[in-house]
């Protein structure tokens, strides 16, 4: 992330600290790049995710599994409020890693000399994956987020309670600076990024860069480069110019007016990916919170009773006066297996007040 904005400040947490990253004011941007390997569909997605971007309007960067899985069903890069980083090799073979997820947001750099080791203090080592590509396009998008702040006056962190009401803002306006209405939220943001990233061409494709580190790779299709790296490359190179041109779609009158655009192609079948995850993505939310809603805590009272009547207890019905989503989730498991299984005896499922 550093060697993309050396200016950014970097909080390392792990799994069991998301929800502090997601919800602690002082944090604009979440890099995460850890998940499932094979991007299975298990109905889950990173603790507290939505709240930190829906709801608290910071930015999500989720890593794509190292391999040629579909990103959307993916729990850290397939939800659509998250943006999920595939790979490609910048600098060198300037083409796309095909082990990394496919239909991702975006590509990052897969391959980059690092500190990177458990015993050494000093000197580097060439690392490859998508754990590398995804925090380097974050520290992208925090470079166009600090300037796009100090060109409006902006300070601190997130406006979640913005002037005039309305949604979290990453930009608030605070002097002239071209801006329509109050300021950037993470949405448009994250539109601008969606016109800023480039896609690498054809042309620029060289296997023989670096053949032992880019074994996996392939050239990026000039006819449907969306289908390979989504919206695109993100990269702070400023040969490629993509904070430059993030920063024009942004309408801030300093940084002049935009020269990169997507075509009708690129944002249809973008709009495609996005509303597919949505439909998998909300349905697994709503299935979430029913199952939050119905698992409320609950007080378990076992009643010993003697082994023979054990057998009958196939032919009672647990009590369905409280906890009934519970009581039927244990009975396709088959009716009072709870008990049976325990071998204790009957069972009560009562509601903790």
Known sequence: MLKANPEAIVEGVNADAETWAFTHPAVDIVSTSYGFPGSPPIPFHLQDSYTGVVELGKQHFGAADNSPAASPPDGTSGPWWSIGIAG??????????????????YVGDFTQDLPYCHDCESGTRSVSGTSFATPRSAGTFSA???????????TGGIATEPRGGGMPLMVERKRASGLAGGGLTNWDLRCALEEGAYYPTTAEYDPLQKIEEDLTAVPINDVAPWAQAGWGAITPDPEHGVVGETLAHTGIAQFGPPTRFKSELTCAFMTLNIEARHAYWDTVRRRQRELRHHLRPVRVLLTPVPPESLERLGERRPNRSTGAALLQAVDRLGDAALPRLLGLGSVDLQHVP
Request: hydrophobic share 30%; proline share 3%; charged share 30%.
């Open 144 to 154: 166009v987020l600090l300037e796009a702040r100090r060109a409006t006056g902006h």
């Open 88 to 105: 490609y090799h910048e600098d060198t073979s300037e083409c796309r890693e095909a082990l990394s997820g496919s239909l991702p947001d």
